[in-house]
């Protein structure tokens, strides 16, 4: 008999409240197969009819059957196919993670259609928690953690009780993600252990993430044959490196025979890299591959490589170029299972940026896009921003634009689609109730890039909220465009970086331009932005295909929310709408801080329409959303006017 698992009372249900599950608890649910993912579907069903409070079902009520057998031809892996016969409904899928799929689908949208076939565009749909196993002051236990501690790691080891573990998986399983990278990319010496002592602990983990259809990754420090095994090098090409290499890949698969594999940050913001031994990435990726290939493991090695110890006088050197300089030269040379893991733009998840064009420059290796779920530079879970806009704007972009060869990004990283968590032990699992969204929708666009964002916040929000159309109505009004509006406040027309150094909330806006993290904006008295051109700038342009390059290169065909990433402009300039561009800064400031107060506004006509937590969480950070936009408008405007000179065309007030 299933174990009813009575999901946590003090926590958020998120998109899957029980009482959505009713016509799922109380039919005669039947599972065929599918092992420990399809065991979890009883599971969940037991689990809804002990909080809904139902029995057993009627021998006549409906049916849901759930197997393995008679599946769709070329199902990939984790998609399902629904059938309707009469009131009985059969779920069909390969595999057992398919059947939870096709269980959740259900409960998000109970009335799921008759000849429903969901196929992930994609194989590994991942998130990345970046959680230490240890807190430090500033950020807890979750680097860029927006939502309280670690829900895996605390004081050092992997928690004993995994009941909030659990609830994640069960989140990630819910939306599709099947891939779960377990500790922070930047590996601290507790975690090196994962590898090794905590290698019990992991496996544990990996054994409940498989009843989620999930398979778990471990960060792992490029250093670790010095750490770990006791050499004086980590050099690649060191065969004792190697060895050290096979023996710990052939310790983690005696305990988790499907680790995904492992996820690399190597030379980067300081991490050891082969670069220390003359060695370039390929040598790098390539060693731990090896070691990975007789288990049929990947190596996700990260492209966020740049100099971050930048002399800001020298303006030849541009990080936006840095990814692509680096590995475009090393394509061709990475064994079959190393997957490149990009981020989506070249500089760092800024609220704007354009597509890093390394994603379509790898003809001959396989890519992987990384996004940022967790709001490190948006805002940070105390600002709506819902995020999905622009994940899907990346997702469609088409490096074969003027071709015959349409190469969307989502064509291009046929190795993935990642991101990082956005998941901490907050009451509601995201610190903001509102950016729950965000974690949905990155799911439902990793397992369909072609998924329109605001239909997916109507989904998400109708299996959060319910089918309360005032309410419904209200938080699409708060949530919706919020991205853009974060934008107009932050980063007018695509300059970024105006934000206070190391933490990333709130402005400052030469915070970071006489630093060594190469984030300019080069701000004057006669204009700002940076000139990335071919003709008079770092070149950067010229590193997408031509039509690409071409539009970015003339400041008359510059998509204008890039403007000051391509371009060196100056204040007076006119912009398409007519106006100069300072007063466009002025003007999307003033906007933005209006924007957010009717945001603020409307949440407070339908607040009572949900619990009294979710209403006052939601209004307290939409308070200090407010402080916060105007924070940013008086800052930023000002600097521009004490730059320029400008007066305000409207007459408003600037400091
Ligand atoms: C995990 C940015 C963040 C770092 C993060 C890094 C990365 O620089 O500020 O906290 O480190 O990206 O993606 O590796």
């Given at each position: 008999m299933p174990t009813p698992q009575?999901?946590?009372?003090?926590t958020h249900p998120c998109?899957?409240?029980?009482?959505?599950g009713r016509h799922l608890a109380a039919a005669r649910v039947e599972v065929d197969g599918g092992g420990p993912a399809g065991a979890t579907v009883l599971d969940e069903v037991a689990s809804l009819r002990a909080e809904l409070g139902l029995g057993e079902p009627a021998a006549d009520a409906p049916r849901w059957l759930f197997t393995?057998?008679?599946?769709?031809?070329?199902?990939?892996?984790?998609g399902f196919a629904v059938h309707h016969d009469g009131a009985d409904r059969v779920v069909r899928a390969p595999d057992g993670a398919g059947l939870l799929h096709g269980f959740y689908r259900a409960l998000v949208?109970?009335?799921?259609?008759?000849g429903t076939v969901e196929d992930p565009a994609v194989d590994l749909r991942m998130l990345d928690s970046w959680d230490n196993m240890t807190a430090d002051?500033?950020?807890?236990?979750?680097?860029?953690?927006?939502?309280?501690?670690?829900v895996l790691f605390r004081d050092g080891r992997?928690?004993?009780?995994?009941t909030r573990v659990r609830g994640f998986l069960r989140l990630m399983a819910s939306v599709g993600l099947n891939a779960w990278?377990?500790?922070?990319?930047?590996?601290h010496d507790a975690e090196?252990?994962?590898?090794?002592?905590h290698l019990p602990d992991v496996a544990r983990v990996a054994d409940l993430a498989r009843s989620f259809g999930v398979r778990v990754w471990l960060s792992v420090d490029f250093s670790s044959p010095i750490?770990?095994?006791?050499?004086?090098?980590?050099?690649?090409?060191?065969e004792r490196v190697a060895a050290f290499w096979r023996e710990t890949a052939d310790r983690l698969y005696r305990a988790v025979p499907d680790l995904g594999g492992f996820l690399v940050k190597a030379d980067s913001e300081g991490r050891p890299g082969p670069h220390a031994y003359g060695r370039d990435h390929a040598d790098g990726a390539n060693v731990l591959a090896r070691a990975l290939a007789p288990h049929s493991g990947t190596v996700l090695w990260r492209?966020?490589?740049?100099?971050?110890?930048?002399?800001?006088?020298?303006?030849?050197?541009?990080?936006?170029?840095a990814a692509h300089d680096h590995f475009v030269p090393l394509?061709?040379?990475?064994?079959?299972?190393v997957v490149l893991q990009v981020k989506n733009?070249?500089?760092?998840?800024?609220v704007r940026e354009p597509v890093s064009p390394l994603l379509g420059a790898l003809r001959e290796t396989t890519t992987a896009v990384e996004f940022q779920v967790t709001q490190e530079y948006t805002g940070q879970q105390q600002h709506v921003c819902y995020l999905a806009p622009q994940w899907s704007e990346v997702l469609r972009?088409?490096?074969?634009?003027?071709?015959?060869e349409p190469r969307t990004v989502a064509d291009c990283a046929r190795g993935g689609v990642v991101a990082v968590s956005n998941v901490g032990d907050s009451w509601c699992w995201?610190?903001?109730?509102?950016?729950q969204a965000n974690l949905f929708a990155f799911g439902r666009l990793a397992w369909d890039?072609?998924?329109d964002p605001d239909a997916l916040l109507g989904e998400w929000s109708r299996a959060t909220f319910g089918d309360d159309e005032e309410l419904l109505a209200g938080v699409h009004d708060v949530v919706a465009g919020s991205w853009r509006t974060y934008e107009d406040l932050?980063?007018?027309?695509?300059?970024?970086?105006?934000v206070s150094p190391?933490?990333?909330?709130?402005?400052?806006?030469?915070?970071?331009?006489?630093?060594?993290?190469?984030?300019?904006?080069?701000?004057d008295r006669d204009g700002v932005g940076?000139?990335?051109?071919?003709a008079t700038g770092?070149?950067?342009?010229?590193?997408?295909p031509p039509a690409h390059a071409a539009r970015y290169e003339d400041l008359a065909t510059c998509p204008e929310e890039l403007l000051l990433f391509f371009h060196h402009v100056g204040y007076g300039h006119r912009l398409s709408t007519g106006e100069t561009l300072v007063q466009r800064i002025y003007d999307t400031h003033f906007a933005g801080v209006e924007d957010v107060r009717r945001r603020a506004a409307r949440w407070e006509e339908v607040?009572?329409?949900?619990d009294e937590r979710t209403a006052q969480e939601v209004r307290t950070r939409l308070a200090e959303q407010v402080r916060s936009a105007q924070e940013w408008c008086d800052r930023i405007t000002t600097y521009f006017h004490r730059a320029s000179g400008a007066p305000d065309a409207h007459g408003r007030r600037i400091f």
């Amino acid at each position: 008999m299933p174990t009813p698992q009575p999901w946590f009372p003090d926590t958020h249900p998120c998109w899957l409240p029980a009482a959505r599950g009713r016509h799922l608890a109380a039919a005669r649910v039947e599972v065929d197969g599918g092992g420990p993912a399809g065991a979890t579907v009883l599971d969940e069903v037991a689990s809804l009819r002990a909080e809904l409070g139902l029995g057993e079902p009627a021998a006549d009520a409906p049916r849901w059957l759930f197997t393995t057998a008679g599946a769709p031809d070329g199902l990939r892996p984790g998609g399902f196919a629904v059938h309707h016969d009469g009131a009985d409904r059969v779920v069909r899928a390969p595999d057992g993670a398919g059947l939870l799929h096709g269980f959740y689908r259900a409960l998000v949208v109970p009335d799921v259609l008759d000849g429903t076939v969901e196929d992930p565009a994609v194989d590994l749909r991942m998130l990345d928690s970046w959680d230490n196993m240890t807190a430090d002051g500033v950020m807890g236990s979750v680097e860029r953690g927006y939502a309280g501690d670690s829900v895996l790691f605390r004081d050092g080891r992997v928690v004993e009780d995994l009941t909030r573990v659990r609830g994640f998986l069960r989140l990630m399983a819910s939306v599709g993600l099947n891939a779960w990278a377990l500790n922070n990319v930047n590996v601290h010496d507790a975690e090196r252990g994962l590898v090794d002592e905590h290698l019990p602990d992991v496996a544990r983990v990996a054994d409940l993430a498989r009843s989620f259809g999930v398979r778990v990754w471990l960060s792992v420090d490029f250093s670790s044959p010095i750490s770990l095994g006791g050499l004086d090098v980590a050099d690649p090409l060191d065969e004792r490196v190697a060895a050290f290499w096979r023996e710990t890949a052939d310790r983690l698969y005696r305990a988790v025979p499907d680790l995904g594999g492992f996820l690399v940050k190597a030379d980067s913001e300081g991490r050891p890299g082969p670069h220390a031994y003359g060695r370039d990435h390929a040598d790098g990726a390539n060693v731990l591959a090896r070691a990975l290939a007789p288990h049929s493991g990947t190596v996700l090695w990260r492209c966020f490589v740049y100099d971050h110890r930048q002399d800001w006088r020298d303006r030849s050197t541009d990080r936006a170029r840095a990814a692509h300089d680096h590995f475009v030269p090393l394509d061709g040379r990475f064994d079959d299972n190393v997957v490149l893991q990009v981020k989506n733009g070249p500089m760092d998840f800024q609220v704007r940026e354009p597509v890093s064009p390394l994603l379509g420059a790898l003809r001959e290796t396989t890519t992987a896009v990384e996004f940022q779920v967790t709001q490190e530079y948006t805002g940070q879970q105390q600002h709506v921003c819902y995020l999905a806009p622009q994940w899907s704007e990346v997702l469609r972009f088409d490096f074969g634009e003027g071709t015959s060869e349409p190469r969307t990004v989502a064509d291009c990283a046929r190795g993935g689609v990642v991101a990082v968590s956005n998941v901490g032990d907050s009451w509601c699992w995201t610190g903001h109730p509102l950016a729950q969204a965000n974690l949905f929708a990155f799911g439902r666009l990793a397992w369909d890039p072609r998924l329109d964002p605001d239909a997916l916040l109507g989904e998400w929000s109708r299996a959060t909220f319910g089918d309360d159309e005032e309410l419904l109505a209200g938080v699409h009004d708060v949530v919706a465009g919020s991205w853009r509006t974060y934008e107009d406040l932050t980063a007018p027309l695509g300059v970024g970086w105006m934000v206070s150094p190391h933490h990333h909330y709130g402005p400052d806006v030469e915070g970071y331009e006489y630093t060594a993290w190469g984030t300019y904006h080069f701000a004057d008295r006669d204009g700002v932005g940076v000139d990335r051109t071919v003709a008079t700038g770092t070149g950067y342009a010229g590193q997408y295909p031509p039509a690409h390059a071409a539009r970015y290169e003339d400041l008359a065909t510059c998509p204008e929310e890039l403007l000051l990433f391509f371009h060196h402009v100056g204040y007076g300039h006119r912009l398409s709408t007519g106006e100069t561009l300072v007063q466009r800064i002025y003007d999307t400031h003033f906007a933005g801080v209006e924007d957010v107060r009717r945001r603020a506004a409307r949440w407070e006509e339908v607040a009572d329409r949900v619990d009294e937590r979710t209403a006052q969480e939601v209004r307290t950070r939409l308070a200090e959303q407010v402080r916060s936009a105007q924070e940013w408008c008086d800052r930023i405007t000002t600097y521009f006017h004490r730059a320029s000179g400008a007066p305000d065309a409207h007459g408003r007030r600037i400091f």
